[in-house]
């Protein structure tokens, strides 16, 4: 149960913090979209979609399996992302449930997806091992990753592609992790937002991103993880817990 409330608190703690608990973090885009607004709201959305991809730098290796729920959150949007603050936003964040897999060659790959607070995500990547696999205490890892998303809601719809590398080491049950990266986000709004002028409008904006996290292995199969990430000058924080085989 400890293990499940960090992952538990993470989310609550994003509900928590919004002025109006009642409202979704993105249900004030048809009304708060406007032309300055639509960049730092995609910037802020590319943060989320492109946290918690990865929790060390090892890869799965052949036949491994690994299955869990991830999630990220950014402490606060963009200061001229009006379609959340005018909604009452500060922190805000989205779960996922992963499946991840280990291919031949030194490959993972991992699907994601969720349906919650009003947009319907699905997505997936690969990871590469950069090094050889070794398990020896300290040794280290470096992991190559590379994902994408798509994202529906009911006012917009987005798609994602990130990359990262990350780097580890650390003893089995202790293991600090860092990486870098960048988030590319696509937005197309819909035709029926309040601003007539915004309909229909596409924009793309590149982002980088580092990461600080660690994991941990309580018991043979199972771990958690936490990390600082810092995207496009904000602070956000990623948790995860799963099994490992």
């Known amino acids: 149960m400890r293990l499940a409330a960090l992952l538990g608190l993470l989310l609550a703690l994003a509900q928590a913090a919004n002025a109006n608990p009642y409202s979704q973090p993105f249900g004030g885009f048809s009304q ?110 470096l992991l190559a990753v590379g994902v994408g998303h798509a994202l529906v809601h009911q006012d917009f719809s987005a798609s994602h592609l990130g990359a990262s590398v990350v780097g580890s080491m650390g003893i089995p049950k202790f293991t600090p992790y860092l990486g870098a990266g960048f988030d590319l986000t696509h937005l197309h709004v819909r035709n029926d937002i309040k601003d007539p002028l915004q309909n229909g409008r596409q924009l793309t904006t590149t982002e980088t991103r580092f990461t600080a996290g660690v ?31």
């Open 215 to 245: 994991q941990v292995k309580p018991w043979q199969f199972l771990y958690l993880h936490a990390a600082y990430f810092l995207s496009h000058g904000h602070s956000g924080a990623e948790a995860g817990l799963g099994v490992r085989f």
């Open 32 to 141: 708060f979209a406007d032309s300055g607004s639509l960049r730092p709201f995609c910037r802020d959305l590319g943060s989320i979609l492109g946290s918690a991809t990865f929790h060390s730098a090892r890869s799965l290796g052949f036949s491994g399996f690994d299955m869990g729920a991830q999630g990220g959150m950014q402490f606060y949007p963009d200061r001229n992302d009006r379609i959340l603050r005018n909604n009452g936003v500060r922190a805000f964040g989205l779960p996922w449930a992963q499946a991840e897999i280990g291919m031949p060659f030194n490959f993972d790959g991992f699907v994601r997806g969720i349906s919650f607070q009003g947009v319907t995500i699905a997505g997936g990547g690969v990871r590469y091992g950069l090094l050889k696999t070794d398990d020896k205490p300290w040794a280290p890892q």
